[in-house]
Structures are given as structure tokens and as C-alpha cells.
């Protein structure tokens, strides 16, 4: 079945760029009609949209974040990416990556990584 | 952006009674194509979310009938009956009738 799995730094300093991968394995990332997403979760806290890629590179970011979001692929390595600049501490969150299926004009996560944790600290 | 709003944002329940999650949606998530773009997640503890019903009513793909979902134009409603010790987590609602997708607060269930 489709796997998701999350890695990178996992203390990033304030004002660099955070930087995370989502290797996707048991399907490919250019098949079939899906997005693949970034979420991320404060510690005790609620999930919030981070963007969303199709594989033809075509991408939409949360506007609360867009100024310093980049999401790609590598369909190569059947990966996707993402880059978050300047952060600060309010960008420590666990980062998830995930699969989104959609139907016609219908849009729903299915499939999850596990998430990683990113700190940003000094 | 669309708000979601959950209530309550924690329940406390007895094994084998009903529990129920309300979620009201900040505008009508009615889609043109006739589906209504409303998603329940649970989040175990120390997992990942995962998905449980789509488009309000739709139970995912081994999700317990024992979980149902219902609602129309602002107001959703999550029930699970009965409820079981691993039903224990937080639930969130999701629109993604428009960008940004959003969430709601979550509802965090425990067992007595």
C-alpha cells in the first residue's frame, strides 16, 4: 500500500530555511489524480494547511504562509518537498506529509506520514 | 477563509454510550457539483491523523459503522455509537471547498 515518510533537519535556527522531504513508496507520485500536501501541528495544538502540489507543478499556499512556502517534486526519486524561509519559533510544529485524493472538484487527505518534528531554536 | 467551529472541544464518554460531535462551517460548503466538502478526522495519540468519513456522511474505506456523519449547509454533526476504548483522540473537521483548507479545533474524547 501507499507510504508516506517525512525527514529533515530537526532543529532549524531562526531566520533559516526549513527544508523537509516526503518519500513516497508503493505508488508513483505521477500516477493517478492526486495532490500531495503539507500540514503541520503545534505541540498541543491543531492542524493547520500548509499548500498543496500536483504533479504537473502546479501549486496553491495557505496565504498566511505563501510569502515563504515552496513545494515541489523530484518525481525521479518519487519524493515532494517542502522549503519554509525565515522561520521563527512559531514555526515549531510537527510537519506531516500527505496524499490527497481528488474527485472531480472533491479534496480529502487519505493517506498520512507519520510526521516529523522541527524546532526552531538557536 | 472558512472557520470551523467544534463543540464540544472535549467529551468525556462511557464505553458502549453515543457520543457527538457538533462542527459549524462559517459558510455554506455546498459545492456545485452537488457535494458538500466536509471531512472528519481522528488523531490517536501519538499518530497521525486519519481519515474517517468524507463528503459528511461517507464512512473511508474500514471505518466502523459504528462512526456516521450528517449535516447540510453549516452544520455537521459527528456521532459514534458505541463508542469503544480506541475511539480515545481528537477529532477535527475539514473543508476544502475553498483555499485555504481549514480546520476545525478538534474535540478531544476520552474514555470514563
Known amino acids: 500500500q501507499v507510504q508516506l515518510q517525512e525527514s529533515g533537519p530537526g532543529l532549524v535556527k531562526p531566520s533559516q530555511t526549513l527544508s523537509l522531504t516526503c518519500t513516497v513508496s508503493g505508488a508513483s507520485i505521477s500516477g493517478g489524480s492526486y495532490y500531495w500536501t503539507w500540514i503541520r501541528q503545534p505541540a498541543g495544538k491543531g492542524l493547520e494547511w500548509i499548500g498543496r502540489?500536483?504533479?504537473?507543478?502546479?501549486?496553491n499556499y495557505n496565504p498566511s504562509l505563501k510569502s515563504r512556502v515552496t513545494i515541489s517534486v523530484d518525481t525521479s526519486r518519487n519524493q515532494f518537498s517542502l522549503k519554509l524561509s525565515s522561520v521563527t519559533a512559531a514555526d515549531t510544529a510537527v510537519y506531516y506529509c500527505a496524499r490527497v485524493t481528488a474527485t472531480f472538484d472533491q479534496y480529502y487527505m487519505d493517506v498520512w506520514g507519520k510526521g516529523t518534528t522541527v524546532t526552531v531554536s538557536s | 477563509d472558512i472557520v470551523m467551529t467544534q463543540a464540544p472541544l472535549s467529551l468525556s464518554v462511557t464505553p458502549g454510550q453515543p457520543a457527538s460531535i457538533s462542527c459549524k462551517s462559517s459558510q455554506s460548503l455546498l459545492h456545485s457539483d452537488g457535494k458538500t466538502s466536509l471531512y472528519w478526522y481522528l488523531q490517536r495519540p501519538g499518530q497521525s491523523p486519519q481519515l474517517l468519513i468524507y463528503?459528511?456522511?461517507n464512512r473511508f474505506s474500514g471505518v466502523p459503522d459504528r462512526f456516521s456523519g450528517s449535516g447540510s449547509g453549516p452544520d455537521f454533526t459527528l456521532k459514534i455509537s458505541p463508542v469503544e476504548a480506541e475511539d480515545v483522540g481528537v477529532y477535527y473537521c475539514?473543508?476544502?471547498?475553498?483555499?485555504?483548507?481549514?480546520f476545525g479545533q478538534g474535540t478531544k474524547v476520552e474514555i470514563k
Open positions: 463528503e459528511v456522511s
Open positions: 502540489m500536483y504533479t504537473s507543478g502546479n501549486t
Open positions: 475539514m473543508q476544502s471547498l475553498q483555499l485555504p483548507w481549514t
